[in-house]
């Protein structure tokens, strides 16, 4: 069944717009100690081609240094391999997709549609891109300190560039290996989307080795090496790739599989982030380029599983490891310095930024969930000195002489203000469509569990009226759903205006409210996830008698959608209509990374993997449910739902199945809005 051009103004707005998405400053990255500040933007709101900018923080004046349109007047396709990491950071913007400074910042290096691009930088530069010959369509290209030299991958191979003798060579050998790449794992689950980072020097790459021959195919529309749960996955090797020599890095790889992060501190020196597979052991190596020897720098380790603190582990300027840890009893997400608590319970760390004036700079929060805050930390006393205040939801990027906040604030359009080392502010500008709704949530903790819940209704809703109930969630470990950033709320409030009240709660196993409370759905999806869905609903209702409880949907995408089905199969008597997005509905067949993370290996654990699974609950299907998925979903594939729908079938039990031919799990280019104008006529005929 196609699906209908959109009718909705707002939703087709917010089509045009990617969500409010173009126009808005983004990949943001400082140069000079904060004198410059580069960043990729389109020319408006309905303009979905990226082009790289720079703002001059002493000046304000911003100046456009590539115009993709005049660069490719006649459009293009990335390759495959950009595609699919497009898909893994959840990138939808046209144009350049990512760029890199070389270490001193005169040279910018970008691929456009496969094509290999240099950029001068400097201000007394003209910015005349110079196009380099290349053998192949080209990712992921990456200068060296002085941008002389440019390293990319292409058709699984890694080149270097000499861009002053204009000379080409490849420097993988050609073993039957994915050179330079982060696998699959790396990129969708484990925080690592790049594979190939050059020495100071210039001369040397540390390189990705990857294996995946050992890997099951899945057909997405085209052949994908696929870690299923319980089977084999990626071989990666880190090698460094000199003039004459190469070294592969030394480890246990049969103990800690997984590499999480690397990079050169030195030219002496690599420093790597391994884990095992069960993600219970985060180790920090010193590795020796020359020799290919390692050694541990530190070790995090948790009876469950270790939850990463982005930025860590990091040598501070006092010469100490900040590690990830927690308070105790996981009431808090730590910062831990040379294995003592830095952090303490008043703080609920989020990332780690970096170091700007003597402090650390960290993203956290402090009273509620819902919100973020920039702070700084004292590394010496651990004292916190916020930056932001207020409801909201504020990053910061770092350089040594300037941050930039952004700050997603309720009722105000998203600000990004940079903030120099001598006390000037500036802004950033946007030229983002202005978000059309201000909405107003109705946040509480409830429960004994004091789980993150938040009510939208319908504009000029008059008290006493009583409305349906649209559950809007995700639920799923690793993400957050009620958050006080006014973008994620738009499309809430065109739910609750055509007449629901919506509701959104995080259970336990979701992100940011603290360790305890995402390690309690270990081994446990479906029960944890379930019961604190349901006892939040019954609590909400007796806070907001405008809820109608005898007419409650629920709506997801992804894990959301495995929780839309969930719902409606085991609790009927709770959910009268289910839309279930991309659901994984048998974990045994979901990647390895993700799923091990929480769930074990299935051949130790095989009943808390059938507990989880839906398929043997289709005999019991009593309500409505809609079944959407995407032909081309390479993260949670189709089979998925055609097995669900295929053993509801069997069972007899009527539902609804719209498959999306050449659709991705992003469900870019507008289909996202399409699909909530058919969730919507599915729920008014059902509900």
């Known amino acids: 069944m196609p699906l209908e051009p959109l009718s909705d103004p707002f939703l087709a707005l917010s089509a045009r717009t990617a969500r409010f998405s173009y126009g808005a400053p983004r990949a943001t990255s400082f140069a000079d100690d904060g004198a410059r500040l580069f960043f990729l933007r389109s020319a408006g709101p309905t303009d979905p081609y990226d082009d790289l900018w720079i703002l001059d923080t002493a000046t304000g004046e911003e100046h456009r240094l590539t115009d993709c349109r005049t660069l490719a007047p006649s459009g293009g396709e990335p390759p495959l391999v950009e595609r699919q990491l497009r898909e893994r950071i959840r990138l939808v913007a046209a144009g350049i997709g990512s760029y890199v400074l070389s270490g001193d910042g005169r040279f910018a290096v970008f691929a456009l549609y496969g094509r290999l691009f240099r950029v001068a930088t400097a201000p007394d530069a003209k910015p005349q891109p110079q196009e380099l010959p290349t053998p192949g369509p080209v990712f992921d ?6 941008g002389s030299r440019i390293a990319y991958v292409s058709e699984n191979r890694l080149y270097v560039v000499d861009c002053d003798r204009d000379v080409t060579a490849q420097v993988s050998p050609e073993d039957g290996a994915r050179w330079g790449v982060a696998e699959f794992a790396a990129a969708e689950e484990l925080g690592r989307s790049r594979g190939h980072w050059w020495a100071p020097d210039g001369r040397t790459l540390l390189a990705a080795r990857v294996d995946e021959s050992a890997l099951p195919r899945l057909d997405y529309g085209g052949e994908f090496a696929y870690p299923q749960a319980g089977g084999p996955n990626a071989d990666v090797q880190l090698w460094a790739l000199g003039e004459g020599h190469h070294v592969h890095l030394e480890w246990d790889t049969s103990a800690h599989p997984y590499v999480t992060d690397a990079g050169w501190q030195s030219d002496t020196e690599i420093r790597l982030t391994v884990q095992d ?12 380029p020359a020799s290919g020897t390692t050694r541990v720098l530190s070790r995090t380790t948790h009876a469950l599983w270790v939850e990463q603190v982005p930025g860590t582990p990091a040598e501070l300027t006092d010469g100490r490891i900040l590690t990830p840890g927690e308070t105790v009893d996981g009431g808090a997400q730590a910062l831990v310095a040379d294995g003592r608590l830095l952090t303490g319970p008043e703080l609920q760390v989020r990332s780690f930024a970096g170091e700007f004036e003597g402090s650390l700079v960290v993203e956290a929060a402090l009273d509620e969930p819902a919100d973020q805050h920039v702070v700084l930390i004292d590394p010496a006393s651990g004292a916190v000195r916020p930056l932001t205040e207020g409801p909201g939801v504020h990053a910061v990027v770092v350089s040594s002489g ?21 006390g000037r502010e500036l802004e950033l500008r946007s030229l983002a469509e202005p978000l059309p709704y201000t909405v107003a949530p109705r946040f509480a903790r409830v429960t004994t569990h004091r789980l993150p819940t938040q009510v939208v209704l319908p504009r000029g809703h008059v008290a006493g009226e009583r409305l349906p109930v649209l559950l809007d969630v995700y639920g799923g470990p690793g993400a957050q759903a009620v958050t006080s950033d006014p973008q994620a709320q738009q499309h809430r409030q065109w739910w609750a205006d055509q007449g629901f009240a919506v509701v959104t709660v995080d259970n336990r196993g979701t992100s940011n409210v603290s360790p305890a409370f995402t ?15 349901v006892a939040a609903l019954h609590e909400l209702g007796s806070l907001h008698p405008e809820l109608d409880l005898t007419r409650v949907a629920v709506r997801g995408w992804s894990y959301g959608g495995y929780l839309a089905a969930l719902a409606v199969l085991r609790r009927p008597d709770v959910f009268h209509a289910g839309v279930a997005g991309a659901p994984p509905t048998d974990f045994r067949e979901y990647d390895t990374a993700y799923t091990e993370r929480y769930l074990g290996l299935p051949e130790e654990n095989p009943e808390v993997y059938e507990a989880d699974s839906l398929r043997g609950d289709a005999a019991g299907l009593s309500r409505p449910l809609l079944l959407v998925h995407g032909l081309a979903d390479d993260n949670v594939h189709p089979t998925h739902t055609f097995r669900l729908s295929e053993a509801l079938t069997e069972a007899g039990r009527e539902h609804e199945l719209l498959t999306l031919p050449g659709i991705s799990h992003m469900t870019p280019g507008g289909v996202r809005e399409q699909l909530m104008e058919h969730d919507l006529a599915f729920l008014k005929r059902v509900l």
């Open 141 to 146: 290209p990456r200068p060296n300190a002085d």
């Open 277 to 288: 597979r069960l993600q219970r052991e985060l180790l920090w190596l010193a590795a020796d």
């Open 402 to 422: 300037a941050l930039l906040i952004v700050s997603a604030v309720p009722g105000e359009q998203v600000r990004r203000t940079v903030r120099t080392s001598d």
């Open 519 to 533: 390690h309690a759905m270990y081994r446990d999806f479906s029960r944890i996830t379930l019961d604190d869905q």
